[in-house]
Every structure is written in C-alpha cells, then in structure tokens.
C-alpha cells in the first residue's frame, strides 16, 4: 500500500477514533500533498510518488519544530505540547531518522566517491550526499558533518 492511501486510510480511522491530534497532523500532508499536485505544473501529470510524500512530510515536520521553538520563547506550554504531540504523529509517517555516526560513514563514503579534497569540493558532495540522506536527516546536520570532514582534508 502506497503511503498516499496509507495516510488516507489513517485519516478515516482516527476521523471515527475523533482523535484531533492524528486528524489534525495527517490532514497536514495530505494537504501538502494537494497542494504540491495543484502547484507545480510537473507535479500535475506525475505521479506522486511515497517519495515525494515523505519529503513534504519531512517539511510539515520541520514547520513544527519551528512552531515549538516559537512558543517555547512565548512561554505558551499548552501549544508546545500540542505541536509536540503532532510532531511525533508526522514522523511516525518518515523514515527512521540517521544518527549523526551514519551521517558521517555515509558523508566519509560520498567525499571519497566524488573524490573531494577539500572545502571547496563541498557543492559537489553535498548534492550527491541530499539524495542519499533525504527525508532521513536534516540538511544543516548533513551540511555541518560534511564541512567538519571537508575542512580536515
């Protein structure tokens, strides 16, 4: 089962559950979702693939972050741990996030097939190195292990 028709399935049963958080976190990238198909000209032809879903998920994640990190200055308890409770639903959907040890064998195995020598090289690896990590790691984690390694060469 596609994770489209997975999600759809989900929203339904937690619709009968009237569970709002789940509702309101699926409801999310399903609208992502609807909202990348009607927005992008590619998008409306193609078929949206599970990859492309766990990528906007990946955004609507981050867009909580962001949120928490915003009340937590406001001292709003109540919406940190609502968004917190979404959170945690959006990532069930992601695929299991690398440590920062996988980040840095998969970025030491990327810097010697794209024979980097240094920090000038970062371009270069870094775009072979988002396509193996998407979805699965945050890009400014991935950037910073890379520059770190680059910087020792």
């Keep these: ?20 958080d789940k509702i309101n ?28 879903i766990i990528d906007l998920a990946s955004r609507e994640a981050k867009k909580r972050e962001e949120a928490i990190l915003a009340y937590e200055k406001l001292d709003r308890d109540e919406l940190v741990e609502h968004e917190k409770n979404e959170l ?14 996988e980040i840095s064998k998969i970025a030491l195995e990327t810097i010697q097939e794209t024979g980097a020598k240094g920090p000038s ?9 988002i396509s193996k990590t998407k979805g699965r790691a945050d890009g400014k984690m991935v950037n910073k292990i890379v520059r770190e390694m680059l910087a020792g060469l």
Excluded: C, H, Q, W
């Design 1 to 20: 089962m596609s994770l489209y028709m997975n999600l759809n399935e989900d929203l339904k049963k937690y619709m009968k559950l009237k569970d709002k």
């Design 25 to 52: 976190a699926i409801r999310s990238i399903i609208a992502a979702v609807k909202n990348f198909k009607t927005s992008s000209s590619k998008a409306k032809n193609e078929e949206i693939t599970d990859e492309i």
């Design 88 to 101: 945690e639903i959006i990532k069930s959907y992601l695929p299991k996030s690398l440590s920062n040890e």
């Design 121 to 129: 090289d970062l371009g270069v690896v870094m775009k072979a190195l």
